[in-house]
């Protein structure tokens, strides 16, 4: 089974702050991806990465997937009380084909107080 | 597009009775999952189906869940007969998967509240 850690569980911070969250394994993975959820609804897709070391930049928000493929971080410059959500990252396994089957972490509950 | 579409959105039912869920993909996508979140064990899938087939339910908790897809359109998510330990909420998600690709997305329908008292 391949779990995907996520730290911190939860995250409360001032409008403006930086912060940076983190998605962990020891496994390796084909792709990761980071969803975030808002409350009443589901979760939605905000970037997949699938080269090791490879950084995507979403407006304030800068994904990095690791170089073994294991781990992956969101950090977000300059919060805003938009950015409010549950975030979630999720692994494709690096099993070859066959498996579509994401594995999600737990996921950061991330609260922006104005 | 109007997206993944899932009925009811909240359910409150009482223990022992038959609870079904629905869910209708998006358009041309060939892939469905279902999921079940809660706050002690997060997102966990239950079921997938590829082209209407279900590939893997090793995720489905027991013989008192069971799921269809009696076509690309339409899929359902039963418990007969449901428990308090059921209440949680439940996702559809949809996607085209390609035979071959690290890249696809899901898209989660809005979840179905489920309480069973």
């Known amino acids: 089974t391949q779990l995907l850690e996520q730290s911190p569980q939860f995250l409360s911070i001032q409008e403006g702050e930086n912060l940076t969250v983190y998605c962990n394994s020891s496994?390796?993975?084909?792709?990761l991806q980071w969803y975030r959820q808002e409350p009443g609804e589901g979760p939605v897709l905000l970037v997949t990465v699938v080269t090791g070391g490879e950084v995507k930049k979403l407006k304030r928000l800068t994904f990095q997937f690791g170089d073994a493929r294991k781990d992956s971080s969101l950090h977000i410059t300059a919060a805003q009380t938009g950015d409010t959500g549950l975030y979630l990252c999720?692994?494709?396994?690096?099993?070859?084909?066959?498996?579509?089957?994401?594995?999600f972490g737990k996921g950061t509950k991330l609260s922006v107080i104005p | 597009d109007a997206g993944v579409i899932q009925s009811p959105r909240h359910e409150v039912t009482e223990m022992g009775q038959e609870v079904t869920l629905r869910c209708k993909p998006i358009?041309?996508?060939?892939?469905l999952f279902w999921y079940r979140q809660t706050m002690m064990r997060g997102l966990e899938l239950l079921i997938y189906?590829?082209?209407?087939?279900?590939?893997?339910d090793s995720g489905m908790p027991e013989d008192r869940f069971s799921a269809k897809m009696p076509n690309a359109s339409f899929s359902t998510l039963k418990i007969q007969p449901s428990e308090p330990r059921d209440s949680a909420v439940y996702f559809c998600?949809?996607?085209?998967?390609?035979?071959?690709?690290?890249?696809?997305?899901?898209?989660f329908g809005p979840g179905t509240r489920l309480t069973v008292t």
């Open positions: 998600a949809s996607s085209f998967i390609r035979l071959a690709g690290p890249r696809y997305e899901q898209y």
């Open positions: 189906f590829n082209n209407n087939v279900p590939i893997d």
């Open positions: 358009s041309g996508h060939n892939s």
């Open positions: 496994s390796v993975f084909s792709s």
């Open positions: 999720a692994g494709l396994p690096n099993s070859g084909a066959g498996s579509y089957q994401l594995t």
